[in-house]
C-alpha cells in the first residue's frame, strides 16, 4: 500500500493547545528545557483530500529531545509514551476543548494547507530538456558511453529507456540517479554502453507527467562518422592544394628571374639549351 507525506511543522503551543504544561509544574525541573511540540500531516494511498479516512494528523509533544506524548487523530485522543507524559495526557484528555481542537485539525490543518498548497506541489509540472551526446568522439567497433541528460524536471517522477535500431537496450544501461537543483526541479543522467557500428540508430525516450507524449531524441552513428569522415578529406585537401600553389608561384618567380638575368658567352648558351625546370 503506498502512501506519501506531507509534513506541516506548527507552533502548537499556540494555535492548537493553549496550556501550561505540568510538565514544568510542581516537578523538578532543570534550569534550561525546552517543550516543542510538533504536527504532522499524512496523505495515506494518495492525495485526495475528499476523503477523510485518508489523512492522518499526528502531534508530538517533546521535553528536552525526548517525545514523551502524542495526539493521533486515527486513536482519537492523546497518548502518553513515557511516565513522565501520564499526567499531560490525562489532563488534555479531560479538556474536551482542547481534544475538539485536536481531531479538528485533520480539516483545518491538514485539509486546509493541503489545498493551499497542491498547485504548487502536487499539481506542479515542469517538463524536462533532453540532450543526447557520446562521452567522447567515438569509433567505430570500439565500445563507448552514449549519454542521455535529462534536465530542468519536476515532479521527480521519471522513465528514461534507450533504444537501438527499435530494440530496447536492457544491458550496459547506467544512471545517476535523481538530483535536486535547489530550485524544486530534478536532472538525471542515463549512459548506454555501447559499440556503434555504421547505420545505427540509438534512442533516448524519455516519459513524465509533464508530457503529452513521450519525448525521444536520436543519435545517429553513420551521419556523426560520414561528416566527421568527410570534414578531415575536405581539411587534407585543401591543405595540399595550399601546398601546390605555394610551390608553383616559388617555381614561377624562379624561373622568371632566372630568364631575365643577363649571361654572357657559354652561359647563355648554357641556359638555352638547358632551361631550369620547376
Known sequence: MGSGRVPWTVLLLVNVIRLDFSRTQGRDSPEDFVIQAKADCYFINGTDFFFLEKVQFVVRFIFNLEEYARFDSHVGKFVALTELGKPD???????????????????????????LGAPF????????????????????????????????FYPGDIKIRWFRNGQ???VGVLSTG?????????????????????????????????LLSPVSVEWRAQLAYSWRKMLSGIAAFLLGLIFVLVGTVICLRAQKGYA??????????????SPQPC
Open 121 to 152: 506541489t502536487v499539481g506542479r509540472k515542469v517538463q524536462p530538456e533532453v540532450t543526447v551526446h557520446p562521452e567522447r568522439t567515438p569509433s567505430l567497433q570500439h565500445r563507448s558511453l552514449l549519454l542521455c541528460s535529462v534536465t530542468g
Open 178 to 210: 535523481l538530483v535536486r537543483n535547489g530550485d524544486w526541479t530534478f536532472q538525471t543522467m542515463v549512459m548506454l554502453e555501447m559499440t556503434p557500428a555504421l547505420g545505427d540508430v540509438y534512442t533516448c525516450l524519455v516519459n513524465h507527467a509533464s
Open 89 to 115: 495526557a490525562k489532563l488534555w484528555n479531560h479538556r474536551p476543548d482542547i481534544l475538539e481542537r485536536s481531531r479538528a485539525s485533520v480539516d483545518a490543518l491538514c485539509r486546509h494547507n493541503y489545498k
Open 168 to 170: 530496447e537496450e536492457r
Open 260 to 273: 631575365e638575368t643577363r649571361l654572357s658567352g657559354d652561359e647563355v648558351s648554357s641556359a638555352v639549351s
